[in-house]
């Protein structure tokens, strides 16, 4: 059965530091790794999605790359500003389920 | 083209009430998904359902729950006799296709007292 796992739970950093997300995750045989963001009392937005043959994903200050065959994803931010304050979840996707979620990062950056 | 809705945004039922929450997917999907999100939870999957088919509900609880996506209008969760347990963040995701990207609505907060 597959497992998601984010460390940290929470991370807290002081504006303009660059940080990484880790995701986790214990079967490698997926189709694709998304993360996403949500805001408090909000819904998901997609940030990144990789599929399984890629290595990374890159958009604006974020890049995510993927490990398959270490069951590990990360999301890297950079130069971080007050507004990236939210909850990051990891997601995969395999065959015969639907996206299966991380607990979620609570990030808060303070300026 | 307007993204996932889901009405109403928020629920207040007291116990032994029906709760029914709706969500229109974007235009051209098909494919809806139904996730529940409880404090201090990660998004729990709880139905997949296609026009008029329940492809896997695995993880929707055997009862007082259903589900249901009809030929025309939005896709239905209902939970009947709720009780305050079932007091959290019901998502709803649609996709084109399977195994495509989904897009997630706002949610519908429910709140048993």
């Known amino acids: 059965k597959q497992e998601v796992t984010q460390i940290p739970a929470a991370l807290s950093v002081p504006e303009g530091e660059n940080l990484v997300l880790n995701c986790s995750f214990t079967?490698?045989?997926?189709?694709?790794l998304q993360w996403f963001r949500q805001d408090p009392g909000k819904g998901l937005t997609s940030l990144l999605l990789?599929?399984?043959?890629?290595r990374e994903q890159t958009s604006g200050r974020l890049n995510a790359s993927l490990d398959k065959s270490s069951g590990r994803s990360t999301l890297y931010i950079a130069a971080s500003q007050p507004g990236d304050s939210a909850t990051y979840l990891c997601a995969v996707n395999q065959a015969g389920t639907a996206l299966i979620f991380g607990k979620g990062t609570t990030l808060s950056v303070s300026s | 083209n307007a993204g996932v809705m889901q009405n109403p945004r928020h629920l207040v039922r007291r116990r032994g009430q029906e709760a029914r929450l709706r969500c229109s997917p974007m235009?051209?999907?098909?494919?809806v998904y139904w996730y529940r999100q409880l404090p201090e939870e990660g998004l729990k999957f709880m139905v997949y359902?296609?026009?008029?088919?329940?492809?896997?509900e695995s993880g929707m609880p055997k009862e007082r729950f259903s589900a249901e996506f009809p030929k025309e209008g939005p896709s239905i969760l209902r939970i009947q006799q709720v009780v305050r347990g079932d007091s959290a963040a019901y998502f709803c995701a649609s996709s084109p296709y399977d195994n495509s990207p989904l897009h997630f609505g706002n949610g519908t907060r429910l709140t048993v007292t």
């Open positions: 990789i599929q399984s043959s890629q």
């Open positions: 235009k051209g999907h098909s494919h």
């Open positions: 079967d490698s045989a997926i189709y694709n």
């Open positions: 359902l296609q026009k008029e088919n329940i492809i896997d």
